[in-house]
């Protein structure tokens, strides 16, 4: 069993930057992929954000390309999301995902609410 737990959340203004956090409870070395994912207001589904695999390949969506940037701290077990010009539609809870196979974890969610 892994528990993740995100930080970092909250209110900014357009424009602005946040950088969330994902402490896993314990090593995440081993994991698959590991990830940020995004649910926004009367979306039904969760959305992929960022992820970053074992070899350190990195995906992002289209709508945060050159915005976002993820990357990970594997002495503390971290997985970081770095959020740069911040738009509205960034408004969402966001989620910690990690894969380690062939069990998939999630966070519980931290809110970013980015105001116009």
């Known amino acids: 069993q892994v528990q993740l737990v995100e930080s970092g959340g909250g209110l900014v203004q357009v424009g602005g930057s946040l950088r969330l956090s994902c402490v896993a409870s314990?090593?995440?070395?081993?994991?698959?992929?590991m990830g940020w994912y995004r649910q926004a207001p009367g979306n039904e589904e969760r959305e992929l954000v960022a992820k970053l695999t074992h070899g350190g390949a990195t995906t992002y969506a289209d709508a945060v390309k050159g915005r976002f940037t993820i990357s990970r701290d594997n002495a503390k077990n971290v997985v970081n999301l770095q959020m740069n010009s911040l738009k509205s539609e960034d408004t969402a809870v966001y989620y910690c995902n990690v894969l380690l196979h062939p069990y998939n974890y999630w966070g519980q969610g931290t809110q970013v609410t980015v105001s116009s």
């Open positions: 314990r090593s995440i070395l081993s994991a698959y992929t």
